[in-house]
C-alpha cells in the first residue's frame, strides 16, 4: 500500500506540530483556573486573555468582542439561539441560507419548533446567495440573518461584504459562519460589517474540540447554557486553557503564512480540475467556476455512485468525501448540492477533494494515477452510463 | 454510513465483483428494480436452460452494498433451478455476506427482487430490452400524447420566472430552466435554451420522449436532462419562481428541484 494521500481537509485537519509544542506546557506546568484567585490562576488568567486577543487580532476583532465555546457547531448555536432569545421583542423572523451547512439547518428547525419563524434563502447554481433575493424576505419582523461565508463542501464564497452593506441601517444582525473561509480568506471585522462570526479552532490547523464567537460590541445576546459566568455570562464552563492557547498559537500561523500558503494551495486544486475535466468525460465541477475556496474541488461523474467511488479511492489509500446519499447517516444526498439544482441522481456521483497545509503536489499523481480506471470501472458495471 | 462497518467478504465483492456484465440471447431474461433518484438500480441477466440458471450477468448504479448484494446473489443462483433461485431472499443475500450495515439493508439489498423480476419475466415471456443512456429514468414504451395538467398556483408566478412563451431565448440566459413536455414545440424550445444557459430540465409524465425519432434523438443528444414519469405539482418561490415540487409517477413520491424559470407552453 503506498502512503495514504489526504484530500480532506474540510473534514479535518492535522494540529499544526508547532501549535502542539505551544499547548503543552499547559497542560502540566500552567495548568490553572483563570476564575481562580491565587497566582495560579492568575497566571492562567494572563494566558487566557493573550490568547483571546491574538484571535481577535486575526479577524480584525476587539478582545472583548471574542468569546470560546467548544466548536463552531457551539458558536453556531449560541449566535442563532442566543440572538433569538434575547431579542424576541424586537421581532420572530430569521433568515437562513439553504445552502448552509446542514447545523445551520437543524437549528433553523429548532427554532421553528420554539415559536420564531424561519425563512431560507435558496442559492443559485453556483451555490451563490443573491443579496436581491435575501433583501425580498426581510420584514418588519426580521431580527436576523445568517449566511455561511463559503460552503464547506462545495467552496462557493458568498458575497458577505455585499450582504453586511445592504443589511446596514435595517436593525436586522447578520451572523456568518466562517468556518470553511478562516485561514483561507482574509477575514476583517473592521472591513465587514458583520455583527456575529462564528470560529473553529481545528479549521486553522488548532486542536479540535475548540470555537470561538465574534460578537460585535453593541450587540446583545442571552446564554444558551447555564453554569458559573465564564466568558461574560456568555458561555459558562472553566475554559480549557491549553486549546485556547493552541487556538491562539494557529492563528497567529495562519495569519503568518496565508499570503504564501493559499496560492501553493489554490496552484494544485487547479491542476487537479483541469486534469479531472481533460482526463475523464462526463464529468463536471460543481459550485462556482472561480468564486470559490481556494482549497475546494467538488466533481460530478455521471453514471455513478459516489460512495463506491470513495470505497474505491480508500483502497488506492486516499481519502476523500462525497455528498452522496449512501455515505450518509439520513440516506438524504447533500441538501448543498441539491439546492443548486441538481437531481438527486446527479448529487449522488459526487466527490470532494480538499487541500491544506500539508497538500502536496505528488497527492495529485497518486490521484489521477487511479481516479479515471475508477471512474472507468464503475462507470462498466453501471447500467446507467453506457458509451454507444 | 461509515464504510469501515461492511464485513470483509461485503468489501471482496464490492472490489472483485463477479458476474459483471450483461447477456444476450433467446435464452435470456432481463429483470430490473431500483431507481437512479434513490441512487440504485439494478439489472440481472439470467440464462436458462432446461429451466435452470445455467449463466447469470449484472449491471449495478448504486453504492458499496449494491455492488456486492448484486455480485453474491449470482455467486448463489448460478446453477439453481427457478423455483430455487425464487427462494433465495435478500436475508439470504446479506446473511451470504456476512451481514450488512442496518441502515443498507432495505435501500440497497435489491438484488434479490432483481433476479426475481428476471424470472418473472422470463416466465412471463417479458422482454425487457437493456436500458439505453438515456432511458435510464424511464422503463417501458410509452406512446401517448403528453396529458396537460393544470398547475393550480402558476399564473401567481407569471412575469417573475414562469413563462407562458419565450419570446426572446436570452431571457432566460443563465437560469435553471424547466421545461413542461408539451409535444415538439416545447421540446425544441428546450434544445434552443441550451444555446443560452447550462441548465435545462425537460419534465414529461411519459416514461419514454413521446416525440418525433429525429427530435427525441437530438434532445438525448443534447445537454438537455430529461426527467421520465414526472408530474410537475406546484411552483413555489418567494416573490418568484425558486423552486417546484415534482411528483415522481413510477416511484410514487414527491421531491423538490431548484430551478429559476418554468416554460409552461399554452395548450
Request: hydrophobic share 40%.
Amino acid at each position: 500500500m503506498p502512503e495514504e494521500v489526504y484530500l480532506d481537509y474540510q473534514s479535518a485537519k492535522p494540529v499544526d506540530p508547532r501549535v502542539v509544542e505551544a499547548m503543552l506546557p499547559y497542560f502540566t506546568e500552567s495548568f490553572g483556573n483563570a476564575a481562580s484567585l491565587h497566582s495560579v490562576g492568575d497566571r492562567a488568567t494572563e494566558a487566557l486573555e493573550a490568547s483571546r486577543a491574538r484571535v481577535a487580532a486575526f479577524i480584525g476583532a476587539e478582545p472583548d468582542e471574542v468569546i470560546f465555546t467548544s466548536g463552531a457547531t457551539e458558536s453556531n448555536n449560541l449566535a442563532l439561539i442566543g440572538y433569538a432569545n434575547r431579542n424576541k421583542r424586537a421581532g420572530d423572523h430569521i433568515i437562513i441560507s439553504e445552502v448552509d451547512h446542514i447545523s445551520m439547518l437543524n437549528i433553523g428547525k429548532y427554532l421553528e419548533k420554539a415559536g420564531f419563524r424561519v425563512s431560507k434563502v435558496p442559492p443559485d447554481q453556483f451555490g451563490r446567495i443573491n443579496p436581491a433575493k435575501l433583501r425580498a424576505r426581510i420584514t418588519d419582523d426580521t431580527i436576523l440573518v445568517s449566511v455561511g461565508w463559503a460552503s464547506n463542501e462545495i467552496g462557493t464564497v458568498q458575497p458577505i461584504a455585499e450582504i453586511a452593506e445592504m443589511l446596514k441601517g435595517t436593525g436586522v444582525a447578520l451572523h456568518v459562519d466562517a468556518v470553511a473561509a478562516e485561514g483561507l480568506l482574509p477575514i476583517d471585522m473592521r472591513a465587514v460589517p458583520v455583527d456575529l462570526l462564528s470560529l473553529s479552532s481545528n479549521d486553522i490547523y488548532g486542536p479540535p474540540g475548540l470555537g470561538a464567537l465574534y460578537i460585535r460590541k453593541g450587540v446583545k445576546l442571552g446564554p444558551i447554557m447555564m453554569g458559573g459566568g465564564q466568558e461574560r455570562g456568555l458561555r459558562s464552563g472553566t475554559e480549557p486553557l491549553a486549546l485556547i492557547v493552541g487556538m491562539a498559537e494557529a492563528a497567529d500561523i495562519a495569519a503568518a503564512e496565508m499570503a504564501t500558503e493559499v496560492p501553493r494551495i489554490a496552484a494544485m486544486r487547479d491542476r487537479l480540475v483541469s486534469a479531472v475535466l481533460s482526463t475523464i468525460p462526463d464529468s463536471h465541477l460543481n459550485g462556482h467556476p472561480t468564486g470559490r475556496l481556494p482549497n475546494n474541488a467538488h466533481f460530478r461523474f455521471e453514471g455513478i455512485e459516489g460512495e463506491s467511488l470513495l470505497l474505491s479511492m480508500r483502497d488506492e489509500g486516499i481519502a476523500v468525501s462525497t455528498g452522496s446519499a449512501c455515505s450518509s447517516k439520513t440516506l438524504e444526498p447533500s441538501h448543498t448540492l441539491i439546492s443548486c439544482g441538481l437531481l438527486h441522481e446527479e448529487a449522488h456521483g459526487s466527490l470532494e477533494f480538499t487541500f491544506g497545509r500539508f497538500s502536496q503536489d505528488s497527492e495529485i499523481d497518486r490521484v489521477m494515477e487511479v481516479l479515471p480506471g475508477i471512474v472507468l470501472r464503475l462507470r462498466r458495471m453501471s447500467p446507467l452510463y453506457k458509451t454507444d | 454510513m461509515k464504510s469501515t462497518q461492511y464485513s470483509e467478504k461485503t468489501l471482496d465483492h464490492f472490489r472483485n465483483p463477479r458476474n459483471v456484465g450483461t447477456l444476450e440471447g433467446d435464452d435470456v431474461a432481463i429483470g430490473r428494480v431500483g431507481n437512479p433518484v434513490c441512487g440504485d438500480l439494478m439489472e440481472m441477466y439470467i440464462q436458462v436452460v432446461d429451466d435452470r440458471i445455467a449463466d447469470i450477468r449484472f449491471q449495478t448504479f448504486g453504492c458499496g452494498s449494491a455492488v456486492a448484494t448484486s455480485s453474491m446473489t449470482t455467486e448463489l443462483v448460478k446453477g439453481m433451478t427457478l423455483d430455487e433461485a425464487l427462494g433465495v431472499t435478500r436475508g439470504n443475500v446479506a446473511d451470504a455476506l456476512d451481514g450488512l450495515p442496518p441502515v443498507k439493508m432495505h435501500c440497497s439489498n435489491l438484488a434479490a427482487d432483481a433476479l426475481h423480476d428476471a424470472i418473472k419475466n422470463w416466465r412471463s415471456g417479458k422482454k425487457l430490452n437493456p436500458l439505453t443512456a438515456e432511458e435510464v429514468a424511464g422503463v417501458g414504451s410509452g406512446c401517448a400524447v403528453p396529458a396537460v395538467t393544470v398547475i393550480a398556483n402558476a399564473d401567481d408566478y407569471l412575469g417573475k420566472g414562469l413563462f407562458r412563451q419565450v419570446d426572446d431565448i436570452n431571457d432566460l440566459s443563465e437560469k435553471r430552466t424547466l421545461v413542461l413536455d408539451r409535444g415538439p414545440a416545447s421540446a425544441k424550445l428546450a434544445l434552443e435554451l441550451t444555446k443560452v444557459t447550462p441548465r435545462v430540465v425537460f419534465l414529461t409524465e411519459l416514461d419514454t420522449l413521446g416525440l418525433p425519432e429525429d427530435l427525441s434523438g437530438e434532445i438525448k443528444r443534447s445537454d438537455v436532462k430529461v426527467l421520465y414519469q414526472a408530474r410537475l405539482l406546484s411552483v413555489l418561490g418567494e416573490g418568484e419562481v425558486e423552486k417546484v415540487r415534482i411528483h415522481d409517477l413510477d416511484e410514487d413520491n414527491d421531491y423538490e428541484l431548484f430551478v429559476d424559470a418554468v416554460v409552461l407552453l399554452e395548450a
